[in-house]
């Protein structure tokens, strides 16, 4: 399993474009890029998923370089109920199992 | 639709009583189950998968056991409770082969006192 590195924390304003970086070297030729959003007390929430460029959704659009080596989840224009926390993935979909998160990367928005 | 259902909510129990958590999942087969557990202010630590009935995958060794005694449902039990093992617990599913996207249960909040 690829080991994936995020920052700890993240503060910005409401109305801003938040760009999260995720960095995952050793990535494999048939892993995905996955992204969960998690509020306090409660279970995490499947956000965006992408192999490679860019894919976009109603709520982020994840981008991944030609390397596949980092992704960037980016979150338009945030409002206070963007503060959770942001985990990023990478595994593949596979009956082998495992689904390991990192620490994630905690996102203040303030007023 | 599929849907997940984790029980009880929340959970007070004194040092050295047995532990039983179950949950199940509605509307799909054969998925993935997992277990975690989540300390205040911190991040998930995956405790149990199970890619089939029977099948249990431990990640880490501790007074926790787990079970899948049906197709859809998981059970994490222990038979004397620690102080520590207090925490939040969640167990969620995914459709293995098809998806990396998991689905959470709304998580149970055990006090160990």
């Known amino acids: 399993l690829a080991k994936t590195t995020q920052p700890i924390s993240m503060d910005s304003y409401e109305g801003q474009e938040v760009n999260i970086t995720c960095s995952h070297n050793?990535?494999?030729?048939?892993?995905?890029i996955t992204w969960y959003q998690q509020f306090p007390s409660q279970g995490p929430r499947f956000i965006i998923q992408?192999?490679?460029t860019k894919v976009t959704n109603e709520v982020a659009s994840l981008f991944i370089p030609a390397d596949r080596k980092s992704s960037t989840l980016s979150l338009p224009r945030v409002s206070l109920s963007d503060t959770a926390v942001y985990y990023c993935?990478?595994?593949?979909?596979?009956?082998?199992?495992?689904?390991?998160f990192g620490q994630g990367t905690t996102l203040q928005v303030k007023p | 639709s599929q849907t997940i259902h984790q029980w009880p909510a929340t959970l007070v129990q004194p040092v050295g009583s047995p532990l039983s958590l179950e949950c199940t999942v509605e509307?799909?087969?054969?998925?993935?189950l997992y277990w975690y557990r989540q300390a205040a202010g911190r991040g998930l630590q995956l405790l149990f998968y199970?890619?089939?009935?029977?099948?249990i995958s431990s990640e880490v060794p501790q007074n926790l056991s787990a079970s899948r005694p049906q197709d859809r449902q998981f059970i994490l039990s222990s038979k004397k409770l620690l102080l520590s093992d207090s925490g939040f617990y969640l167990c969620?599913?995914?459709?293995?082969?098809?998806?990396?996207?998991?689905?959470f249960g709304q998580g149970t909040r055990l006090t160990v006192v």
């Open positions: 199970s890619v089939g009935i029977g099948q």
């Open positions: 509307g799909t087969s054969n998925p993935n």
């Open positions: 993935l990478v595994g593949r979909p596979s009956n082998t199992g495992k689904l390991i």
């Open positions: 992408g192999y490679k």
């Open positions: 969620a599913w995914r459709s293995g082969a098809v998806s990396t996207e998991a689905f």
């Open positions: 050793n990535i494999a030729t048939n892993d995905y």
